[in-house]
């Protein structure tokens, strides 16, 4: 906390700065009768001190001004709303407490940690008063418990974005009644929370969070089938799933994603041994079933629409069971699943049977160097 001192000295600096790059306007709105007296920061209009704290980007900065006078700590309070405090290398746990009744309309709030800083007093303060909280990043918070996510729960119902990867002291009775309470979830990530992540947590997730877009669930080895199947029936808006590391996962995993998760754009099964041909399969006869779907729609489009359609991303490294002809039906599938080096985005590292699947770059390099232009024009 320390760290944001020498900040104070900055900000009359900057305002000597501003009045000697502003001599000129000033005496012209002086000899015509219009001048508006500036003597120091505090008298700048909120407007204009809400505008330079955009401009500046630093939220040391933010927290500083705050501390300036009452005016200020209103106007920040009321129009900061994204602060980060994963810079704070010492005390984050109190910074947070002295802050969080100034920002309570933040809708943004990082508190990513590279040491464990962050404790549940931390957390419930942030419950407290920010109650329009529409993300959160809590990662590597190893010494929080459960008394974070109740809060939360009980405190910020608006949230749609949650990351509390590496937060193995989480139980999953938590979780279940986080996801109770805030039922507009879209982007949730798990990573690591091998307590919390459990297959009643999932069912609960399934049940209470239809509008889920994300979830990583990387390294949470308890999950099984009976967990991801009700994920696939109950989070039909499922984009990104990360399954790396769910060692007990089968074929049933992917069979019920396949079939229940039409939009499914990336899909993690990193060491997940038990996957066989049966899931690429699966996968590969759903995409082809929604093309015919689309029918004339799609052809009239010249099959535009493919490339942004089904799996985008997929990760089977380590899934040693598989074989070359059901992971290139995966591939031929999948327009956006490419092995070449310019868009590596079929991911099978270890897999030494599977080095003859390649994507249709392969056959066609003019293809890929096409659409890597096609991309830079955006």
């Given at each position: ?73 209103d106007a920040l309070g009321w129009g900061v709303a ?217 052809a009239g489009k010249g099959g535009g629409g493919k ?72």
């Open positions: 906390m320390d760290s944001v001192k020498p900040l104070s000295g900055e900000l009359n600096n900057s305002f000597n700065t501003l009045m000697v790059s502003g001599g000129v306007e000033s005496r012209q709105a002086k000899s015509a009768g219009t001048e508006t007296s500036l003597t120091g920061w505090k008298d700048l209009p909120m407007e204009l001190l809400l505008r330079i704290m955009s401009v500046v980007g630093d939220d040391r900065m933010v927290i500083v001004a705050s501390g300036v006078c009452t005016g200020w700590r994204n602060l980060s405090l994963s810079w704070c290398q010492d005390h984050m746990n109190d910074l947070v407490i002295s802050l969080a009744h100034k920002f309570s309309k933040l809708q943004v709030l990082s508190l990513r940690q590279i040491k464990p800083q962050l404790e549940d007093s931390g957390v419930e303060a942030v419950a407290n008063y920010c109650h329009d909280l529409r993300e959160l990043d809590l990662s590597r918070s190893f010494r929080l418990s459960d008394r974070s996510l109740y809060a939360l729960a009980h405190g910020c119902p608006h949230l749609t974005r949650l990351n509390i990867s590496g937060c193995s002291n989480f139980s999953d009775a938590a979780l279940v009644f986080l996801t109770s309470q805030c039922k507009i979830l879209k982007c949730l990530n798990l990573c690591g929370c091998v307590r919390a992540a459990s297959d009643t947590a999932l069912q609960a997730i399934a049940c209470n969070c239809g509008q889920l877009q994300s979830l990583n669930l990387g390294w949470c080895d308890s999950i099984t089938d009976k967990g991801v199947t009700s994920l696939a029936s109950g989070c039909p808006e499922l984009r990104a799933l990360d399954l790396c590391g769910c060692v007990l996962i089968t074929d049933e995993s992917v069979v019920a994603l396949a079939n229940g998760c039409p939009h499914l754009r990336s899909l993690g099964l990193y060491y997940c041994q038990n996957i066989t041909d049966r899931a690429m399969y699966s996968l590969a006869a759903n995409s082809r079933v929604r093309s015919q779907g689309r029918g004339w729609d799609a490339d942004r359609d089904g799996l985008a991303s997929l990760n089977i490294s380590q899934c040693t069971a598989l074989t070359p002809p059901a992971v290139q039906a995966v591939c031929d599938s999948f327009p956006a699943l490419h092995t070449c080096p310019e868009r590596h985005s079929l991911i099978i590292s270890g897999c030494l049977s599977l080095t003859s699947v390649h994507c249709a770059c392969a056959l066609h390099p003019h293809r890929a160097g096409r659409v890597i232009l096609s991309n830079h024009a955006y």
